[in-house]
């Protein structure tokens, strides 16, 4: 796996020369849930679609 230096490169670089900063944060940002998430799911610390929509649905009470 590439180092976390390379990995932000890479995201950074393939942002549009117009991105702004909060854009580019974001993208990082979305990048490492993804990252956590793929660290997560083969130690089971994940949720099915059911029981996220279940959550969801009380925090809009």
Do not use: C
Request: hydrophobic share 35%.
């Amino acid at each position: 796996m590439s180092n976390i230096k390379e990995i932000m490169t890479k995201v950074i670089q393939e942002q549009p020369d117009d991105a702004s900063y909060e854009e580019v944060l974001r993208e990082l940002a979305f990048e490492r849930m993804i990252e956590r998430g793929l660290d997560d799911a083969p130690k089971s610390r994940v949720i099915d679609n059911n029981e996220m929509e279940r959550r969801i649905h009380t925090w809009q009470r």
